[in-house]
């Protein structure tokens, strides 16, 4: 079974093959953009570059970006903890392309990874492209669907609406259709009963987007218009936690290498076992997740504070904390104790 930090680095191995440039994960706290707090997708450390503001380096880059997706458009926060597959901090695994390839390389290239290096069953993907929007005067990507047709049967292609598959990084900003790809983690006997092709965007724990690939087309402008961007853009995000999930066989990312530690710690520090109790397997997965966001946050340089960012970290720390005191029968400061372990892995 491959570890979480041999899944990471399989990716960047396999983007580098293909020409892209690894960088180092932005800070999840965003200090220089009035429309984000925190970094809420791999694309935000490229705004500049995909709005054409800076010409880009590199067009091919790929990487592991710290995401935060507790405010804003993207907020996770009230799901956390209470499901198995959604986070405050997770990983995204992004690759880009700016002004260089577009749809047909980025799908192929997603297959290729999924399927022949990670050899994950194509049976249980599913793709969905966009379908269209007569409000936008879009039409549906008949391109991207066409590209998915190489590798898969037509029943497991979705059309999506603009809710689904047209992403936007907030308000304003970088925008544009999007293909996701869907995997279906049910055992047999339940993927007999009912399609996995009726479950995608259903709130299934174990029917779940793993990866977004997103084709940069537009600005959203304050008016609520859409202005070309100056070059096509590919933006892809697959969530990392997600992915290991899938390949080592589990039905929670939180039965990953990526949380188990922190949960052996917890449940240690309250003198209970994870997986006993519904409440307090809620608790100890809140403050599994809780404590990488604060932890990271802190780090990246956004202390808990009254005001702004700095509070939206300080109610994440209140919620872990409320969790443990509440279910776990702690008394007194219990976080810190964590920390080991969380630098440790
Ligand atoms: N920006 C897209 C997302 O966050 C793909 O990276 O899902």
């Known amino acids: 079974m491959l570890t979480a930090k041999e899944i990471r680095d399989s990716f960047k191995n396999f983007f580098e093959s293909k020409g892209h440039h ?25 705004k500049d570059i995909i709005l054409g503001n800076h010409p880009a380096k590199y067009h091919r880059v790929a990487d592991s970006q710290k995401c935060l997706r507790v405010s804003g458009k993207h907020n996770d926060l009230e799901e956390v903890g209470h499901d198995t597959y959604h986070h405050t901090m997770f990983e995204m695994l992004g690759n880009w392309s700016f002004g260089d390839y577009f749809k047909k390389e980025a799908i192929n290239w ?13 049976e249980h993907l599913y793709a969905t492209v966009f379908e269209g929007s007569p409000e936008e005067g ?15 049967p037509k029943d497991h292609i979705i059309n999506g609406n603009k809710h689904d598959n047209f992403w936007e990084m907030g308000d304003t900003g970088p925008c544009g259709p999007c293909s996701e790809i869907h995997i279906d983690l049910r055992p047999a006997e339940e993927r007999a009963k009912i399609s996995g092709r009726d479950l995608v965007n259903h709130d299934h724990p ?19 218009s859409l202005e070309p961007l100056p070059a096509k853009v590919i933006d892809t995000g697959m969530g990392f936690e997600r992915l290991c999930m899938a390949l080592q066989g589990k039905t929670s990312n939180y039965d990953t290498d990526v949380f188990q530690p922190m949960l052996k710690a917890i449940a240690a520090i309250s003198g209970t076992e994870y997986g006993k109790d519904k409440q307090q397997d809620i608790a100890m997965r809140v403050i599994a997740d809780h404590i990488r966001t604060i932890a990271f946050s802190i780090t990246d340089g956004q202390l808990p504070s009254n005001a702004k960012a700095g509070y939206v970290i300080r ?7 409320r969790y443990g005191y509440t279910f776990l029968g702690q008394k007194q400061s219990f976080m810190y104790k964590l920390l080991p372990v969380l630098i440790d892995n």
Not at 138 to 152: C, I
Not at 315 to 321: D, G, H, P, S, Y
């Open 138 to 152: 879009l039409s549906r990507d008949n391109e991207a669907a066409s590209y998915w047709e190489q590798y898969l």
């Open 110 to 122: 997603a297959w290729e990874y999924l399927v022949e290096v990670l050899k994950l069953n194509p």
């Open 22 to 46: 690894i960088v180092p994960s932005a800070p999840m706290v965003i200090k220089d953009d009035p429309t984000l707090m925190f970094t809420n997708a791999g694309m935000n450390q490229f």
């Open 206 to 224: 174990q029917v779940i987007e793993i990866w977004n690939l997103v084709f940069m087309q537009y600005n959203r402008k304050a008016d609520g």
């Open 315 to 321: 109610r994440i720390l209140r919620r872990a904390v």
